[in-house]
């Protein structure tokens, strides 16, 4: 899902080529996009855009007329900028959205189409689309330190709940983690002062360098390679990899569709992290460290190996 840097690459890129510029149209092929009837979806046709604005990880074109045009990309959406009137690709295309200077196409290549268009009048209506979490660059660290603290959960799970911080999800609540040596299974209300303020600094280093990293590699061009894998993280996605840090290899945490990765030594004290679901399946024989890991995992290949011959 796109999270706070590749949304505000996204805005940035917008900024020139859509505001000031009139909507001419909206074309949707999405049928479970749209979901708002009343203003209709027609209504944003030929109004000016005033602005851009992100709520949470929705981006909102502002339109004459008090009108609000709000876009959430969900996990697989994403946007391309091509010329104008550019037709809506089959299969993966939902909408295109028509402006003088070019077409803003939006695809979903998943087959679950979550993505989600609305057309809000006013700005208490565009409001109530908001989840109420906090931009987490722009508090102070007292305020920060409260929303971490308001209900005891996972860090992880701190991060990524959009009632508490906006914009921060699965991928760079991970990097956050490892960049401020927390566990993602520490609990909230249990940190210490010096650990909030190292998950604070982390959490404004790492939104704020992927973004600046992100836009220096779109240049002048819009974004294209919107991912939540990325090149150069630190644990997100490299399960087994060496940690940039100490070289010990990542582990990780799957749960539903999500996974966490972290690593052991910069952030659990070498212990390993219960999977739900291998852990309920081992029991007993689930690793506690990297070494008993290693160690099992060494025994699995001379059994193999053994078996082979």
């Given at each position: 899902?796109p999270?706070?840097?590749?949304?505000?690459?996204?805005?940035?890129?917008?900024?020139?080529?859509?505001?000031?510029?009139g909507?001419?149209?909206?074309?949707?092929?999405?049928p479970?996009?749209?979901?708002?009837?009343?203003?209709?979806?027609?209504?944003?046709?030929?109004?000016?855009?005033?602005?851009?604005?992100?709520?949470?990880?929705?981006?909102?074109?502002?339109?004459?007329?008090?009108?609000?045009?709000?876009l959430?990309?969900?996990?697989?959406?994403?946007?391309?900028?091509?010329?104008?009137?550019?037709?809506?690709?089959?299969?993966i295309?939902?909408?295109?959205?028509?402006?003088?200077?070019?077409?803003?196409?939006?695809t979903?290549?998943?087959?679950?189409?979550?993505?989600?268009l609305h057309?809000?009048?006013?700005?208490?209506?565009?409001?109530?689309?908001?989840?109420?979490?906090?931009?987490?660059?722009?508090?102070?660290?007292?305020?920060?330190?409260?929303?971490?603290?308001r209900?005891?959960?996972?860090?992880?799970?701190?991060?990524?709940?959009?009632?508490?911080?906006?914009?921060?999800?699965?991928?760079?609540?991970?990097e956050?983690?490892?960049?401020?040596?927390l566990?993602?299974?520490?609990?909230?209300?249990?940190?210490?002062?010096?650990?909030?303020?190292?998950?604070?600094?982390?959490?404004?280093e790492?939104?704020?360098?992927?973004?600046?990293?992100?836009?220096?590699?779109?240049?002048?061009?819009?974004?294209?390679?919107?991912?939540a894998?990325?090149?150069?993280?630190a644990?997100?996605?490299?399960?087994?990899?060496?940690?940039?840090?100490?070289?010990?290899?990542?582990?990780?945490?799957?749960?539903?569709?999500?996974?966490?990765?972290?690593?052991?030594?910069?952030?659990?004290?070498?212990?390993?992290?219960?999977?739900?679901?291998?852990s309920?399946l081992?029991?007993?024989?689930?690793?506690?460290?990297?070494?008993?890991?290693?160690?099992?995992?060494?025994?699995t290949?001379?059994?193999?190996?053994?078996?082979?011959?």
């Amino acid at each position: 899902m796109p999270e706070y840097p590749d949304l505000t690459v996204y805005l940035r890129a917008l900024n020139p080529r859509v505001v000031g510029q009139g909507l001419e149209a909206v074309r949707v092929r999405g049928p479970a996009l749209v979901r708002t009837a009343e203003p209709p979806l027609a209504q944003a046709a030929h109004k000016q855009v005033l602005g851009l604005r992100r709520l949470g990880k929705r981006l909102v074109f502002v339109l004459e007329d008090n009108l609000f045009l709000v876009l959430h990309l969900m996990v697989a959406g994403r946007l391309h900028w091509r010329p104008p009137r550019a037709p809506v690709p089959g299969r993966i295309g939902l909408a295109a959205f028509d402006f003088p200077q070019g077409t803003l196409v939006l695809t979903e290549a998943s087959p679950k189409k979550r993505a989600q268009l609305h057309l809000m009048r006013g700005e208490e209506a565009l409001q109530s689309l908001g989840r109420g979490g906090v931009e987490p660059l722009l508090v102070s660290p007292e305020e920060f330190a409260a929303v971490v603290r308001r209900e005891n959960h996972t860090l992880k799970r701190t991060l990524t709940d959009p009632r508490l911080f906006a914009a921060i999800g699965n991928a760079y609540s991970d990097e956050i983690l490892h960049r401020a040596r927390l566990s993602p299974v520490a609990l909230s209300q249990k940190l210490e002062e010096t650990q909030l303020e190292r998950l604070r600094q982390a959490t404004h280093e790492v939104l704020r360098t992927w973004t600046e990293r992100l836009w220096a590699e779109a240049g002048d061009g819009f974004p294209e390679k919107v991912t939540a894998f990325r090149e150069g993280m630190a644990v997100h996605g490299r399960y087994r990899q060496p940690c940039p840090v100490c070289g010990s290899p990542v582990q990780r945490i799957v749960h539903a569709d999500n996974e966490t990765n972290y690593c052991p030594v910069c952030q659990t004290g070498g212990k390993l992290l219960a999977d739900r679901s291998l852990s309920r399946l081992l029991k007993e024989d689930w690793p506690r460290t990297l070494e008993e890991l290693e160690e099992s995992r060494a025994a699995t290949r001379a059994r193999m190996t053994g078996a082979t011959r």
